[in-house]
Nanobody, 120 residues
Framework: QVQLVESGGGLVQTGGSLRLSCAAS????????MRWYRQAPGKQRELVAS???????NYADSVKGRFTISRDNAKNTMYLQMNNLKPEDTAVYYC??????????????WGRGTQVTVSS
């Protein structure tokens, strides 16, 4: 079983910055692609950014140039540096990861989310 725990959310003013973290723990051979999703009230969950085990990244158009995703494979931890935050970034941010078991099967895991609120 793998657990993902997010941290770093909070309340910030427009133009401010926050850094989210997602730590994976448990019995797992390797953490593969990791992703940040977000869900605003009344909206569908959307993919914000992803990063492969090798470090390749992708971003939603709405966050390009403002958010940076990174990871520390030794710590099985992913980060999301969010700069120049806007009120429309307000959402619950979820960590998602593909984990490969020692039996070489891949499973998907979700964290419980962390709230990010950007005031205008």
């Amino acid at each position: 079983q793998v657990q993902l725990v997010e941290s770093g959310g909070g309340l910030v003013q427009t133009g401010g910055s926050l850094r989210l973290s997602c730590a994976a723990s448990g019995s797992i051979f390797r953490v593969e692609t990791m992703r940040w999703y977000r869900q605003a009230p009344g909206k569908q969950r959307e993919l914000v950014a992803s990063i492969t085990n090798g470090g390749s990244t992708n971003y939603a158009d709405s966050v390009k140039g403002r958010f940076t995703i990174s990871r520390d494979n030794a710590k099985n931890t992913m980060y999301l540096q969010m700069n120049n935050l806007k009120p429309e970034d307000t959402a619950v941010y979820y960590c998602n990861a593909d984990g490969k078991s020692y039996e070489k099967k891949t499973y998907g895991y979700w964290g419980r989310g962390t709230q990010v609120t950007v005031s205008s």
